[in-house]
């Protein structure tokens, strides 16, 4: 394995270059096939930092990097595989093709917990593509020069950014439209910049974005967060990229106009924080004044090990960083290959729980981000002979809902929210009554007029 230079430039691969890589030659031609078939359904891309530093090659497929990044022929079911393979590799007919992977990617439900219906706030009955708004404090931005990242997840539930499907992409060329937008809503104190990657821009386009949150009619906005996994799979950005200074000038900025700037740090495996280079990246931007808090989704075949979630949180706590959440792993793409049922979600969690220090004991999880709000499995127990999981809501469309304890009938195949059941004979979870006045579209109009419901927009899994 050979070692980056400090100073590395950043070389993506994708599917039309991967086979220039070096690393290409050591697939099998299985292994090599599904990554042509399944690209075309699926977005591909690596670079040279997560193939030399992170993936250990000695054990494909089943290194957990690679199986983050890399396609595996099981993510389709068979049938619909065979059929695809038929098409890219016999068939040959673009359009053929084109026709089944949009298929294929509408049964994948790509857009969850209702981010294109509910969470896309209006004004004056006109959307604003680039915002989503869920819960009343939190908006979320996603600038258009921001929509892809270093690397992509196999599991991403923000996956149609980068598949070329136009209808279901989020994003804003201009930060006039979110300014505006925050002027009318002083209820909003975090305004989440994510994408894809925000920082995958260079600092002088971020800048662009963030500097005018900090103008004075804008007080109301404390916490300015960027979701990003450079962290882990481009580290240079914040240690040797040229302008990886300028960039941390700029996080100081941002600290000294007294918000507070947080890195909302996507981790999926320990690995990723063994490194020399990703450590440092964590400290530089601590040293800014900035805070950094690590969340990720919790996924069959990556990261099923507590010891892993322990030792990660262990280091980014060493390193001054905050474990914040374990995700479940969201109902979209290729969900029933990266699956795991809530029972040893919660089992997983417990246990690398019990493994850490109370600095550690800040993580929340398992979190479903589901389409009524945060919902966390506090456990599974026996009340009145019943077994039943503990939930609540940790962040809620409707704000009264947060933190009342609900129950569900223990299923132990159940993998997400919509395959629970309410328990002691209810027909209805609590919050459910008011689900259906929830599942309408609302237009909302700045506050001051005939003001609708403001609670939309989704909070982040990456
Ligand atoms: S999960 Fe996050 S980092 Fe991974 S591909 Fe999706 S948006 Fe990018």
Redesign the pocket.
Known sequence: MSTLPVAAKFKPYTRQTIDQSRQWGWLDASQQEAVQVLSHVL?FRTNEYVMDQLIDWNNIPDDPIYRLTFPHRDMLPAAEYEQLRELVLLRRDPQAIARYVHALRLRMNPHPAGQMTHNVPRVNDAPLHGLQHKYDQTVLFFPSAGQ??????T?????P??VGMEDMKFNASQSDELVSYLKMHPEVTDVLI????PMIMNTRSLASYIEPLLAPELAHIQNIRI???SVA?WPQRFVSDRDADELLRLFERVVKAGKNLAVMA?YSHAVELRQDIAQQAVKRIVGTGATVRMQGPLIRHINEDPRGWAELWQTGVRLGAIPYYMFVERDTGPRAYFQLPLAKAHEIFQAAYQMVSGLSRTVRGPSMSAFPGKVVIDGIVTLGGEKVFALQFLQARNPDWVRKPFYAKFDPSATWMDDLKPAFGETKFFFEADAAAERKVIPLLPAGRAHADSRCADSL??
């Open positions: 977005p892809t990242c270093h690397a992509y997840c599991f991403c539930f923000r996956w950014q980068f994510t994408g894809g990657d979701g990003t996994k799979y996507h899994q990456a």
